[in-house]
């Protein structure tokens, strides 16, 4: 089936500097690409949605500033914290959907997420 | 604006035993509705999905749900329960073709041997 990696995992930053967190489908081309951030016990909250080749449509109360996203090609789409602060730890999770008769076009793959930790 | 309610933070069942975790959805038009499971510290794998057609939808590992329109549901159920079950449900509403979800607070299912 359609696969989504994450990358890192898990990384672990001081206040200040920037992350860049990836989200690559290995096996479809995916011209959407959403971000979710989860809290601890919480659900998850839409962040934005990529399509590929395209400004990212970020949901209300999401500092686009603050999370750059960008989907350069149709399978690595990357979110980026800027100046990253203790409460910007979070889970981040990526999801993808493959274009209209594609591999992965009728299926939202979530990626496994990637555990930020900012000190 | 659509929104899930998952009533339910917290269930535990002793294994063996059969499981109905609950979901109610606010949505203006038809629904996309979905069940995923997060087992710590990992992703999402999408249990099941309804989309149109039969209310009743099978899922994988055994689970099931039942699109109930009248009471705005979407419950979860599984006759029999096993330990390996223990994990976080999340009930989810898409919209945008079901692209974009709206997901539940999650329901914590707990296994007793």
């Known amino acids: 089936g359609a696969v989504v990696s994450q990358h890192p995992s898990r990384v672990i930053c001081k206040s200040g500097t920037s992350v860049k967190i990836e989200c690559r489908s290995l096996?479809?081309?995916?011209?959407?690409m959403f971000w979710y951030r989860q809290f601890p016990k919480k659900s998850l909250m839409l962040m934005a949605t990529?399509?590929?080749?395209?400004?990212?449509?970020?949901e209300q109360g999401v500092e686009k500033d603050k999370f750059l996203i960008n989907h350069a090609s149709l399978t690595l789409s990357t979110l980026t914290v800027t100046s990253a602060h203790p409460e910007d730890s979070s889970f981040y999770i990526c999801?993808?959907?493959?274009?209209?008769?594609?591999?992965?076009?009728?299926?939202?793959?979530f990626g496994a997420g990637s555990r930020l930790t900012v000190l | 604006a659509q929104s899930v309610t998952q009533p339910d933070i917290h269930i535990t069942v002793s294994e063996g035993a059969s499981l109905e975790l609950r979901c109610n959805y606010s949505?203006?038009?038809?629904?996309?509705l979905f069940w995923y499971v997060q087992s710590p510290g990992q992703g999402l794998q999408l249990l099941l999905k309804?989309?149109?057609?039969?209310?009743l939808v099978q899922g994988i590992k055994g689970f099931e749900a039942e699109f109930k329109r009248s009471q705005s549901s979407f419950n979860l159920r599984k006759p029999s329960v096993h330990w390996s079950d223990a994990a976080e449900y999340f009930c989810?509403?898409?919209?945008?073709?079901?692209?974009?979800?709206?997901f539940g607070t999650g329901t914590q299912l707990k296994v007793e041997l």
């Open positions: 999801s993808a959907r493959g274009g209209q008769g594609a591999r992965g076009a009728n299926v939202l793959t």
């Open positions: 096996d479809f081309q995916a011209t959407t």
């Open positions: 990529s399509n590929e080749g395209s400004k990212a449509t970020y």
């Open positions: 949505y203006g038009a038809t629904p996309y």
């Open positions: 309804y989309f149109s057609g039969d209310t």
């Open positions: 989810a509403v898409g919209t945008g073709g079901g692209n974009k979800l709206t």
